[in-house]
């Protein structure tokens, strides 16, 4: 998908006067991750906040956690092929856009 591209500290990339445009498909997941609901006012279901799952260890919380992910990357229209949430360092997933 192409979009305006962030950068680290997750503000517009400028560049000659410009905004910076380009393939977003990773920062677009990494948002929704990151993002709590109602963090996107026009889709307040929209955000997993990976972070409230992050100090859980069970295997329950992993089960809610990948269906979480899944989810909602299926409702930013994100055809997801593979994921994989078994090391939360290393969230692996799969898709398209």
Do not use: C, W
Not at 19 to 31: A, M, R
Not at 39 to 61: C, M, N, Q, R, W
Not at 63 to 89: A, G, H, M, T
Request: glycine share 6%; aromatic share 8%; no cysteine.
């Amino acid at each position: 998908m192409q979009d305006f591209k962030l950068n680290t500290s997750r503000d517009l990339q400028i560049k000659d006067g410009d905004f910076v445009t380009g393939n977003t498909d990773q920062q677009n997941i990494e948002l929704l991750l990151l993002s709590h609901k109602g963090a996107f006012k026009e889709h307040p279901i929209l955000g997993v906040g990976i972070t409230d799952y992050l100090k859980s260890p069970e295997i329950i919380s992993r089960l809610r956690l990948e269906n979480e992910i899944s989810n909602q990357l299926e409702f930013d229209n994100f055809s997801v092929k593979e994921l994989d949430v078994n090391d939360l360092e290393n969230i692996h997933i799969d898709g398209t856009y």
